[in-house]
T-cell receptor, first 112, second 109 residues
Framework: DAEITQSPRHKITETGRQVTLACHQTWNHNNMFWYRQDLGHGLRLIHYSYGVQDTNKGEVSDGYSVSRSNTEDLPLTLESAASSQTSVYFC???????????FGQGTRLTVV | TQLLEQSPQFLSIQEGENLTVYCNSSSVFSSLQWYRQEPGEGPVLLVTVVTGGEVKKLKRLTFQFGDARKDSSLHITAAQPGDTGLYLCAGGSGNQFYFGTGTSLTVIP
């Protein structure tokens, strides 16, 4: 069965360190997204990609970057982790406009 | 900028009661989706509505897309403890979609 997986599920890091969260999907979807989820804010879009070599900034992209070298993977990098980036991060993929988005199980990141 | 506001943010009701969750925006969307999320999991799609005024029913859940495609509602009839979870609306604009602030529902047996 096709799936979307995130790793790690939990991560504790120190302020100022670079951190990369992995997202891998086997749906063969062109569209992939990264969100962060914080209480009272729902899911906020960080970055998204419509295909290989395509990346775009979302509404809360400062301090984050992504790269898309193949269809399956969209790693999210925190260049210099800050305490404000403590959150739960979700990766999603979908086939196209108005279609179902499939989510990973999330990565809980704590920056101390 | 949060494009979609949901109300109420928290809702705690007794089993068997009815409830309505609202999703409002000043923006027009090409589609509106509702997702349900359980603790420790990612959101799972419940429904997609694409036409202004559209109503869809999924067992005890009724979803409506506003005529102007700026708002939506989710109505649950005779709520069950299994309905407990976080309900999220998501507005589609092109290939992007933006989530609402979420409604946390607790149904007490």
């Amino acid at each position: 069965d096709a799936e979307i997986t995130q790793s790690p599920r939990h991560k504790i890091t120190e302020t100022g360190r670079q951190v990369t969260l992995a997202c891998h999907q086997t749906w063969n979807h062109n569209n992939m997204f990264w969100y962060r989820q914080d209480l009272g804010h729902g899911l906020r879009l960080i970055h998204y990609s419509y295909g290989v070599q395509d990346t775009n900034k979302g509404e809360v992209s400062d301090g984050y970057s992504v790269s898309r070298s193949n269809t399956e993977d969209l790693p999210l990098t925190l260049e210099s982790a800050a305490s404000s980036q403590t959150s739960v991060y979700f990766c999603a993929s979908r086939k196209g406009v108005n279609t179902e988005a499939f989510f990973g199980q999330g990565t809980r990141l704590t920056v101390v | 900028t949060q494009l979609l506001e949901q109300s109420p943010q928290f809702l705690s009701i007794q089993e068997g009661e009815n409830l309505t969750v609202y999703c409002n925006s000043s923006s027009v969307f090409s589609s509106l989706q509702w997702y349900r999320q359980e603790p420790g999991e990612g959101p799972v799609l419940l429904v997609t509505v694409v036409t202004g005024g559209e109503v869809k029913k999924l067992k005890r859940l009724t979803f409506q897309f506003g005529d102007a495609r700026k708002d939506s509602s989710l109505h649950i009839t005779a709520a069950q403890p299994g309905d407990t979870g976080l309900y999220l609306c998501a507005g589609g604009s092109g290939n992007q979609f933006y989530f609402g602030t979420g409604t946390s529902l607790t149904v007490i047996p």
